[in-house]
């Protein structure tokens, strides 16, 4: 038989639970900044390689992505408690790009990269990483992304090699670019609301 203690137990881990899913949202919405320069980098790097064909422009561009997304991240790092949906968070985000890397760079310099299995591969880790993310903190926003991404990613599959980039900048487009933008005015309008309330308390 359950007593008012367990009860209260039980209310508290959720708290908790829940605690630790907005802080979660919180600190994605202050890395909204990473997924638009990530969406300005493949677009960087897809204009640049189609301009001139260039072998340098991918290796380059994502180098360039990978350095300031690092340098910049680690000046946030220190502003945000550690949690353990944090250290999650941040492990599935590293995990995804040190696959993607392995990935577009290996299918890219071996001789055995097309578009549609080079496209459709980036697709499937970006919506892997992209949902679970979403999951993790039931962020449906985060999760429709995810969703597209492997919908754009099993689409290309069966369309032309031209279809197939389309979809890609598409995906680019909406998954990084307008979800970076919208995540991030949300974030700025939740920190001017906590500045007003803190201000008004005091």
Sequence with gaps: MSTPSNHQELSDRLQLIESMICEGRRKTGRYGWNFLL???AYYVAIGWSSLNHSSLAWPVTMVTAAILSIGIGMRFSGQDPATTT?????????????????FAFGMAYSGHASAQTLIPGVEV?????????????????QQLCGVLWTIAAAISFFVSEQSASWLFLAAIFFCNIVFGIVITLSEMRSSRSVSASGSAHA
């Excluded at 880790?125 to 926003?141: D, E, M, Y």
């Design 38 to 40: 990530w969406g300005l």
């Design 125 to 141: 880790l970006l919506g892997l990483v992209n949902l679970a993310s979403g999951l993790v903190l039931r962020w449906r926003l």
């Design 86 to 102: 944090g250290r999650f968070l941040g492990a599935l985000w590293s995990s995804g790009g040190i696959a993607l890397f392995v």
